[in-house]
C-alpha cells in the first residue's frame, strides 16, 4: 500500500477556520443562575425548566472542580423541551469559549464513514487547541477605502485603504481577496480593524469612539473601541481557539486526501491524526497551546447500537475527553444490535456513570418568552398580535422550533410588506407557505398514493 509520512514540522494552523455555527441557539449564553443555583436576574436567554437548570448548574460545578470525570449526562424529555438548548448552556456555562459539538445519533450510520471514524471526529471537534501565535499585525483606524475595477472590467479590482492610529496615518495597497472581505464585511471609514500581515486577513475590531463622539446611532451590535495608537504595525501574540478536528481536516487536505463533496471531509489517516497530536503535544509543553474540553451533545442516543456505546465508554476516559451529554426521548428500549432492553436503550455499564437529568414541557407564556428572546436574537420585533399568533402555532403544532423558524420567514414577509414590525397577517402567511412535520404526516396520509413510500 502507500505509505504516508507526515512531518510535524508541517503540520498547518493558520487555516483554520474559526467559525462555529449554533443557528437555532445562538440566543443561550449560560445557565442563568445565581451562586446558590436559583434563577437569576440575567436568564442568558434561558426560559423556564429549573428543575433541569439547577441539575445542569450542579453539574458545571463537578466540572469546574474537575469531579466528572469518566461520567456521561443524559437528558431526557420530549422533542422541543430544550435538551439541545441546555447542553448548550453548560457549555457555555464553563467558559463562554467551550466547544459545543452537536450530532444526532443516526449520523454515524454512514455509507462513507465507519461509525467509530463519526464519532472521533465528534469528539476531535468538542476538543478545542488554543494557540497563541507571534504574529506582525497593521491595526488602525480606516480614514478611507477606495476599490477600483479595471476600466475593461476584466482582471483584478485594485483598491487603497488609508489606516491611522493617534500618531501617524499611511495608505495601503490592497489585493483582491482583501477587497473582497472589506466588501463583504461593509467595512468603512471609522471602523477599527486589524489586517494580519502574513495572510491579508482583516478583523473589524469595532468602530473608533474617535469617530463616533457625538453620535448616538450605533448600532449595538458593533462594540465602541478606541483608535489605536504609536506605530500602525504591531507585533503582536494572538490568541485563538480552534478544534483538534479542522487542524486534522486541513492537513489531511494538504496531504492530499481530497474528498468529493466540499465542507465533508471524508476518514482521516491515523498517521495525520498521531501528527496533530504530537505537534499539539509538543507546543503544549512550551506552552504555546492549551487543551479545551468542550460538550459533544448526543441527540436521539438510543439509536446509537453496542459498538458505539463501547466507544463512548472508552473515550470518556481520556485526560481530554469532551463532556458527552446524551439526549433521548425513549423510556424502556431495546439496545439497538442486541435482544436486551435497557432504560432509554443505554447499556447498563454507560447508564451507571451518567448523570440523568428530566426535561418537561413549557407553559404557554414560557414559550411566548422564549419567542421573544429568539425575535430579539434575530433583530426582528414581534407586534403583540404576531406573538399570540406564533404561540397558537405552537399549540397546533407542539413544535417549538417549527414556531421559531416561522419568526425569520414572517420577517421576510414584513420586509416585503415595509411593515415596521411582524404582524399577525405576516405570521398566517408563513404558516399557509411552510408545512410543519404534522401538516406533512397528514398530507402523506391522506395522499400516500401520490408518493413514493419506503417500507
Ligand atoms: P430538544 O433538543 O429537546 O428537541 P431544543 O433545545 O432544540 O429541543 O429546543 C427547541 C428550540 O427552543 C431551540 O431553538 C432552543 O434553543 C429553544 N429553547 C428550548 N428550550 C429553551 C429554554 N428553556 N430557553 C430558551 N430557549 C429554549
Ligand atoms: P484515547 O483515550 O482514545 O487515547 P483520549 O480520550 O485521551 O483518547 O483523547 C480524545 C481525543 O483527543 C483523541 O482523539 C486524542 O487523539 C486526542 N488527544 C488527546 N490528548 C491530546 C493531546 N495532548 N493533544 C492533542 N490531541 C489529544
Redesign the pocket.
Known sequence: GMSLTVSTSDIIVNEVPKVERI??????YGLGLDDSLNAATD?Q?????IK??RAAGLIVKMIKDGKIAGRAIL?T?????????????ISKAISAQTPFVSMTASEVYSVDMSKTEILTQAIRKAIGVTIAEKKTVISGEVVSVETERPQNGIGKRTGKITLKTTDMEAVFDIGSKMIETVIRDRISAGDVIRIDKTNGTIERLGRSALRNRGFDAVSNSVSEVPCPDGELEKHVELVDTVALHEIDAINSRAQGYLTVFSGDTGEIKSEIREAVDKKINEWREQERARIVPGVL?I?EVHVLDLECFAFLNRAMEGEFAPIIVM?T?RGMTQIRGTSFVSAHGVPVDLLDRALIVK?VP?SEE?VK??LI??ARAENVTLSPGALVGLAKIFEKTN???YA?QLITVSDILRQRAKAAEIQPEHVKKAYSMFHDVHRVKKLLEDNGEQYITYT
Do not use: C, W
Request: hydrophobic share 35%; charged share 15%; net charge positive.
Open positions: 443557528g437555532a441557539h445562538s440566543h443561550i436568564n436567554g434561558m426560559v423556564g425548566q433541569a437548570r437528558i424529555g420530549e422533542p422541543g423541551t430544550g435538551k439541545t438548548a441546555l447542553a448548550m448552556g451533545f441527540d439526549a426521548n426535561t413549557y414560557e418568552q422564549i428572546i429568539r413544535s417549538l422550533r421559531m
